[in-house]
């Protein structure tokens, strides 16, 4: 899932919802960490 961050950076600042999270430790194929994130954000939105 990666890409620039300045177009992330961008969404961000235009979306006024937007919760953008960078994760450093996460390059094409994922990481656990970006596994944790996603996986919280989707709790977020079931509820």
């Given amino acids: 899932?990666?890409?620039p961050l300045l177009t992330a950076?961008?969404?961000a600042r235009a979306w006024?919802?937007?919760?953008?999270?960078?994760?450093?430790?996460?390059g094409q194929t994922g990481s656990d960490a970006m596994r944790r994130r996603v996986r919280a954000a989707l709790a977020r939105f079931a509820r």
């Fill in 9 to 11: 950076w961008e969404l």
């Fill in 1 to 3: 899932m990666g890409a």
């Fill in 16 to 26: 006024p919802d937007a919760d953008l999270r960078v994760i450093d430790d996460s």
